[in-house]
């Protein structure tokens, strides 16, 4: 390990709490019962503040920390432990004393049990301001200060156009369609689904339908769904051949005006087959653009709040014809586009040749000639050439080399759209000690109900 690396968490196992001779409660909602170790007994506690995934922190009379499913800062409540670890206990609620002001009734029936959303007990103001301050413990963590005061909202429900489904049978013979449960690899089977975009929610019964005329549905690994502006897709993992349920999977897409794509075996390199042309729209300096892209793709699945982060990015940067702009993790040409319909010339670097080829498609079919592209490996290569502005979109890991070398650099503007608050803050120290100085930054909630937190920050060299 390098001077000044820090040293990875050190995985710690459960240990087993002694089984009471006494009856206890069930296991908590979304918790495995044969993974649960129950202690008997109760703690009386008093909630003091969410954690950065949204469980309750509170502390027991003995000084340790314990996370707390569904509990909100202020709630005194009554738990039970499920699991004992080695600094901190997790818990979940068996009655509770006080509620707190921000509490609301979860919309969805399966909430507590479905792993896909974590906070719909939680106001969505509320949700804005726990996210928000999530972001400034970050930086604070690192030295840094940040003032986040726009947010980039949507509908609370309904905007997910992008969804996987698992399909299992379980030792019932029950068949299953859902998501994961809550911290569990078991499929939870669901029937609703309100986070997702109506036009895929009201596929959830026919689906149900579908998978109980299966000869195979053991064969089916998951389903994707998803919504593009010009179409509704279902894209099959068939693990094997099966000829009679793929001819039902057909007859389905056309009976409910869905396109059908199967991709076959289980490797990740596998095919897709039955592609068509899907895409979405961005309007830029009065124009409308037109973003072609395929499943398998990044793209954003919130519509309303990516158009709102492209608007928000450009406006920001404020880009003049001529302004020579480098788009790093680029995908379709989410960014490159509306820079390039403002008249900068943009040079986009993604990971992978086929989304270059996408991204030069993209730019061909709306007449953009200022984008040139080229595939590179972003975790080492050398930022090379000079540029008036950066934008990245990094993944989870964010973008330690990139910053490093712009440190470096007399780039005036850089743009960070980031997926993770934790990397976006120590990439900043980086720019920071290089001599940016961060001047926007906008919390994006592209996950309402759930602990997700995007942001978009904007440096510029002092």
């Keep these: 390990m390098g001077l000044g690396q820090r040293r990875p968490p050190r995985k710690v196992k459960p240990r087993a709490i002694r089984a009471p001779q006494t009856p206890v409660v069930s296991a908590p909602s979304g918790v495995a019962a044969d993974s649960v170790q129950h202690d008997d007994s109760v703690l009386s506690l008093t909630i003091e503040r969410l954690g950065h995934d949204g469980r309750g922190i509170a502390r027991a009379p003995s000084g340790k920390t314990v996370f707390v499913d569904q509990a909100l800062p202020g709630e005194q409540v009554d738990v039970r432990i499920h699991h004992q670890r080695g600094r901190f206990d997790e818990a979940h609620v068996i009655a509770r004393t006080t509620s707190s002001p921000d509490r609301v009734e979860p919309a969805c029936a399966h ?16 949700q804005l301001a726990h996210k928000r301050q999530v972001l400034i413990e970050h930086f604070e963590r690192e030295g840094l200060s940040i003032d986040p005061q726009q947010a980039l909202t949507s509908t609370p429900y309904g905007y997910r156009r992008r969804a996987r489904l698992g399909v299992n049978v379980d030792r019932q013979g029950n068949r299953l369609l859902g998501y994961r449960r809550h911290r569990s690899d078991r499929v939870c089977g669901i029937t609703m689904c309100l986070v997702l975009a109506p036009a895929l929610e009201r596929l959830l019964q026919p689906l149900h339908a579908l998978i109980e005329q299966l000869e195979a549905p053991r064969q089916v690994g998951h389903i994707e769904l998803l919504e593009a502006d010009n179409a509704r897709c279902i894209v099959v993992r068939q693990l094997r051949d099966q000829p009679d349920d793929e001819a039902l999977w057909t007859a389905f897409g ?18 897709l087959e039955g592609a068509t042309d899907l895409s979405y729209q961005l309007d830029v300096a009065g124009r409308s653009l037109t973003l072609g892209f395929q499943p398998g793709d990044f793209f954003q699945v919130n519509r309303d709040v990516n158009r709102q982060l492209v608007s928000t990015t450009l406006e920001w940067l404020a880009p003049r014809a001529g302004t020579v702009v480098l788009d790093l993790f680029a995908g379709v040409g989410n960014f490159s586009l509306g820079l390039a319909a403002m008249g900068a010339k943009v040079h986009a670097l993604e990971g992978q040749q086929v989304m270059v080829e996408r991204l030069l498609d993209n730019a061909q079919r709306n007449g953009l000639d200022g984008v040139t592209a080229a595939a590179a490996d972003l975790t080492r290569v050398p930022v090379q050439g000079d540029y008036h502005a950066v934008v990245l979109d990094p993944p989870r890991d964010g973008a330690r080399a990139v910053c490093e070398q712009l440190a470096k650099r007399p780039v005036s503007s850089i743009a960070y759209v980031s997926c993770n608050p934790a990397t976006l803050a120590r990439d900043a120290a980086q720019l920071a000690k290089g001599g940016y100085r961060l001047t926007h930054a906008a919390v994006v909630d592209m996950f309402p109900q759930t602990a997700h937190l995007e942001t978009l920050a904007v440096f510029e060299r002092r």
Excluded: I, N, S, T
Aim: with cysteine; glycine share 14%.
């Design 111 to 126: 909430f507590g049990v479905c792993g896909g959303c974590a906070l719909q007990h939680l106001a969505p103001d509320a």
């Design 254 to 271: 056309d009976a409910h005006d869905v396109h059908v794509m199967f991709v076959r075996g289980k490797g990740e390199q596998a095919a």
